[in-house]
């Protein structure tokens, strides 16, 4: 597992488990594909920091504030200076 102190701009293959304390309203953005999406940030946190990490359609229905989620073979970017954790098409996320 990694911390989420630890975590940097570029980063790939994370494992973290974290606690949900926090999650935005839901948007719709618009795909380079012409397609659309809804996109959700919660903002996670365990016993080294906290981070927000940016949820994708059917994932924003799994998380709730509170719930343990684990992340595996994450990776982090970093968008308008604020470093952020992906699940991606290669990751997973779990609730507990």
């Given at each position: 597992?990694t911390?989420?102190?630890?975590l940097?701009?570029g980063?790939r ?11 935005s309203?839901?948007r719709?953005?618009n ?7 809804r ?11 906290e ?10 229905e ?11 073979n994450g990776y982090t970017?970093?968008f308008r200076g604020?470093v952020?954790?992906?699940?991606g098409?290669?990751g997973k996320l779990e609730?507990a």
């Amino acid at each position: 597992m990694t911390e989420i102190s630890d975590l940097r701009d570029g980063m790939r293959k994370i494992d973290v488990e974290a606690v949900v304390s926090e999650i935005s309203e839901t948007r719709e953005v618009n795909l380079r594909t012409g397609e659309t999406a809804r996109v959700a940030e919660a903002t996670i946190s365990n016993q080294s920091g906290e981070i927000k990490l940016s949820l994708w359609n059917d994932d924003i229905e799994k998380v709730t504030r509170g719930s343990t989620v684990r992340v595996s073979n994450g990776y982090t970017n970093s968008f308008r200076g604020e470093v952020k954790l992906n699940v991606g098409k290669y990751g997973k996320l779990e609730v507990a």
